[in-house]
């Protein structure tokens, strides 16, 4: 069940009621436990795909809100700090202008995208 974590909470509730209801009908039908492990081995990669796509829904949905753009715009001057440190001086110059120039861009798309949001919802 802990592939259900990358869900959404509505999908990963139904999931997760829908594999205890699953156990509770297989226990009342006197499967053997071997038998249901190897039933959640052969569904693991359709479960696996089930989770993925969801969890990818979800976070293609989250870039619809200003939030991601921000956090990039955090983490933009944090990699470039990283990226001076640990190379030349001469690349350490083209890391740290991208890196700040990064962070303005995805502040600058999170408040275009925020402005989008906020004139739908009027």
């Given amino acids: 069940m802990a592939y259900t974590a990358v869900t959404p909470r509505s999908s990963r509730d139904r999931r997760r009621e829908e ?59 944090l990699q470039a700090w990283i990226l001076s440190s640990v190379t030349g001086r001469r690349v350490a110059q083209v890391s740290e202008g991208v890196g700040a120039l990064g962070g303005v861009v995805m502040l600058m798309l999170a408040a275009t995208v925020w402005l989008a949001t906020r004139h739908r919802s009027r």
């Fill in 19 to 77: 594999m205890r209801s699953h156990l509770w009908e297989a226990e009342r039908a006197g499967n053997s436990p071997r038998r249901e492990l190897f039933a959640a081995i052969a569904g693991l990669r359709a479960d696996v795909a089930w989770a993925a796509t969801r969890g990818l829904l979800a976070v293609v949905r989250s870039f619809a809100s200003p939030t991601p753009y921000v956090v990039l715009a955090a983490v933009s001057p």
